[in-house]
């Protein structure tokens, strides 16, 4: 009744933003991403022999508000599905800062589900664990699968139609580079889930957005199996900026970008101008991931260090789908 996985983060390509079912976490659009090999959630849960759930993030007890209620909702799915009743006991560590633009709830949504779905002997297969993973946290989806990774938004109301897929295994673009640079370790003051529902509401720019989503799937698609970087990263920076767009016409309007954000865009573009072939993407938070390829790395984190807002920058390869361990958290 007890298990721990691991699971990689991932970074979004082609953005998700919208639920056309907030209830079961539908997308209005199809989304792609890289899973990471850099940044992962451990996760141990165990069923039986407690009184009470119990949440341990990062070394906190998750004992009120929103956070918990994502968790217990998503730990009673789970229970709905394997139809057990036990109340279990969770511990998480993450090797980088939660709720900060990093995708800590995807690959925290997809260590949770894998570990507690096999401590109660469920032995899903990625599809099924993505479907789950999907109703915790969106981008969840996408972590259950490692190398280059498509969430198809299905059409289906009841959501078993909308689950990961692998476009290429990590080993067939090994030298894709994504950089994390932290540039602030702060919560962000909207949440995606909030974000995206008002965006919806209220934004001009939304039905542009999925206008041209199509297109930038396919670029971005073409551009992986090709390992055309070129097509890849113009495909999801412009992609990025359109998102950016939506959430800037949301009313009231949400504005996830720093000054640092900022200096790092206007910094990729000039460095290109000059040569050195760099692109940037942007999630709903203050952080900028670089996508390069792997001989660009030296000099583009020399270059991000020496930038005032920078806080660090963490350099990522592609990375494996979720796995067991054996070494408990507990
Ligand atoms: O599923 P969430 O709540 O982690 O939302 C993810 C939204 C973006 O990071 C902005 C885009 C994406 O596809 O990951």
Redesign the pocket.
């Known amino acids: 009744m007890k298990a721990t996985a691991i699971a990689n983060a991932?970074?979004?390509l082609i953005?998700?933003?919208g639920k056309r079912d907030p209830e079961l976490?539908l997308p209005y659009n199809s989304?792609i991403?890289l899973t990471l090999n850099g940044l992962n959630t451990t996760t141990t849960v165990e069923f039986g022999g407690y009184d009470q759930d119990i949440f341990i993030l990062d070394g906190q007890g998750i004992k009120e508000g929103k956070e918990l209620e994502k968790l217990v909702r998503h730990l009673n799915l789970i229970r709905k599905i394997a139809r057990v009743s036990e109340k279990a006991k969770i511990i998480s560590r993450n090797n980088f800062p939660r709720a900060a633009g990093l995708?800590s709830?995807?690959s925290g949504f997809a260590a949770f589900t894998f570990a507690a779905t096999e401590a109660l002997g469920m032995s899903l297969d990625s599809k099924e664990l993505s479907i789950i993973s999907r109703q915790g946290?969106?981008?969840?989806t996408?972590s259950c699968l490692g190398g280059f990774v498509e969430w198809t938004k299905g059409k289906k109301q009841d959501g078993t139609d909308s689950y990961a897929e692998q476009i290429a295994l990590p080993e067939h673009w090994p030298n894709f580079r994504m950089l994390a640079t932290i540039v602030s370790t702060k919560a962000k003051k909207v949440?995606?889930?909030v974000g995206?529902a008002q965006t919806i509401e209220t934004s001009p720019m939304y039905s542009a957005w999925l206008d041209t989503i199509e297109q930038d799937l396919e670029n971005v698609r073409q551009g992986i199996l090709n390992k055309d970087i070129g097509l890849v990263g113009k495909t999801a920076e412009a992609n990025c900026l359109k998102?950016h767009a939506t959430m800037i016409t949301t009313v009231p309007s949400i504005i996830y970008w720093m000054p640092a954000t900022l200096e790092i865009i206007h910094s990729v573009l000039e460095w290109r101008e000059k040569g050195l072939e760099c692109y940037f993407t942007i999630?709903?938070g203050a952080q900028v991931k670089i996508i390069c390829l792997e001989d660009k790395v030296s000099e583009l984190t020399q270059k991000l260090e020496n930038l005032g807002g920078v806080k660090k920058v963490i350099v990522c390869k592609p990375g494996q789908g979720p796995k067991l361990i054996k070494e408990h958290l507990f």
């Open positions: 991932n970074i979004a953005k998700y933003w976490f989304s991403s995708a709830s995807a946290s969106g981008s969840a996408r949440s995606s889930r995206m998102m999630d709903a």
